[in-house]
């Protein structure tokens, strides 16, 4: 029984989470796993709950942080070192950044024969500056000759790695989209919806709009409150807005609310009706999701975006911005994307779906079939067993 050392950044809740989940339960018997990774950021929910649902107990490295420190990072390199040595894999998989330079590294240096990587996201844009960009694409080129396989989540991904930031040749790149149990998404709709609306006080004639994700730059949820402020502005029809998710930036956002004019609550410290919801973290946004009417996305880059993958399963319609991999992920049948630099056209396309119910629920019937198609799980094991065991052979 071949066996993988599978290496995640961290278990924070987010989509890598799920679909190592997925990897580690499903590729067994006929592959043994031993999965390992980094612990939440402070800021950030646990998604440790995932894999005890699952039966599944992964090893939480403490050596191993999002941000770079030297000292940690040799840390966390070491306990790697001393684990393959242990464990004896025949495959190290590592996921994500930080997983990927200590773990390949790790790997090669202890000669384990297979190594594989995939990019759920990456940084070569909208997170720094040209000189660190370089720096970090750099590092990458070189980790990419040191592995067997590298995973882009979408074809949009591997073109941007193969042909804009050069990191490996075609070949050595394989496109392997997410895969997720969608189940939670499709089931108990009514009663999810009813739970969601009688919690955070929403009345019958409110449309509910969703913004899911961290807190922090790339995410642009300035793009979000603007367009609502826009709606709020130009619209008969009464709205509340969510935001679910937290992080470093939550204070500025608040703060935007108030030059916006937008009145806003933290949920978690002031339960009130309001056009601008901070729910913080929820552990189950399929209750979220069954209570909006709208999905939005504003990232300035995204690898595969989780939650629209979950709002489609959700039959929501979406306003997104066409970054990174999402139109490999959405339906254009049920989402308007937007390119970046058109804020105006984000909130004219948002306000249209809010005053057009018939377009609104048109759009929201297109998405579930196609990502049930595209995003299963079983897919997703299916097309990395068979990587695996060409490599292996």
């Avoid at 996921?95 to 024969?113: D, E, F, M, S, T």
């Avoid at 590298?150 to 050595?172: F, G, N, V, Y």
């Avoid at 956002?253 to 901070?278: G, I, M, R, S």
């Avoid at 319609?317 to 339906?331: C, D, P, R």
Wanted: proline share 3%; hydrophobic share 40%.
């Amino acid at each position: 029984m071949p066996r993988i050392l599978r290496i995640i950044n961290r278990f924070n809740l987010g989509g890598p989470s799920y679909n190592v989940a997925n990897l580690t339960k499903f590729l067994a018997p006929e592959f043994e796993t031993l999965l390992i990774g980094g612990d939440k950021e402070p800021d950030e929910d646990s998604s440790l709950f995932i894999f005890k649902e699952m039966g599944l107990e992964p090893m939480v490295l403490q050596e191993m942080s999002r941000s770079v420190n030297l000292l940690q990072d040799i840390k966390a390199y070491n306990r790697i070192k001393k684990i393959i040595k242990e464990f004896k894999p025949d495959i190290v998989h590592t996921h994500a950044a930080k997983a990927g330079a200590l773990g390949r590294l790790a790997a090669y240096n202890c000669k384990v024969p297979v190594i594989v990587h995939t990019f759920h996201g990456h940084v070569f844009h909208s997170y720094f500056g040209k000189a660190k960009t370089a720096f970090y694409r750099q590092i990458e080129r070189n980790l990419a000759k040191k592995t067997s396989a590298i995973i882009a989540i979408s074809e949009k991904q591997k073109q941007e790695l193969c042909q804009e930031h050069h990191i490996a040749p075609e070949e050595k790149i394989k496109v392997i989209p997410l895969g997720f149990d969608l189940s939670r998404f499709t089931e108990n709709q009514a009663e999810k919806r009813k739970t969601f609306r009688h919690e955070y006080k929403i009345n019958d004639d409110e449309i509910c709009i969703v913004i899911i994700g961290r807190l922090v730059p790339v995410k642009n949820h300035s793009l979000f409150l603007k367009a609502i402020q826009f709606v709020k502005n130009n619209s008969s029809e009464k709205i509340r807005a969510f935001i679910v998710g937290d992080g470093h930036m939550r204070n500025d956002l608040t703060q935007l609310c108030k030059e916006l004019n937008l009145d806003f609550c933290y949920w978690p410290q002031e339960k009130k009706n309001a056009t601008v919801t901070f729910t913080s973290w929820i552990t189950d946004v399929s209750f979220s999701l069954a209570g909006s009417d709208l999905v939005c996305l504003t990232s300035f880059n995204e690898g595969t975006p989780v939650s629209l993958i979950e709002a489609q399963a959700a039959s929501r319609a979406i306003v997104t911005t066409k970054v990174g991999g999402i139109e490999n992920a959405v339906s254009e049948k049920a989402a308007f994307l937007i390119d970046i630099n058109h804020e105006k056209t984000f909130s004219e396309k948002l306000l249209f779906l809010i005053e057009n119910d018939t377009q609104r629920q048109q759009m929201s019937r297109v998405g579930k079939v196609f990502v049930s198609d595209k995003f299963s799980y079983k897919r997703l094991v299916t097309d990395t067993r068979n990587l695996y065991l060409g490599l292996l052979s």
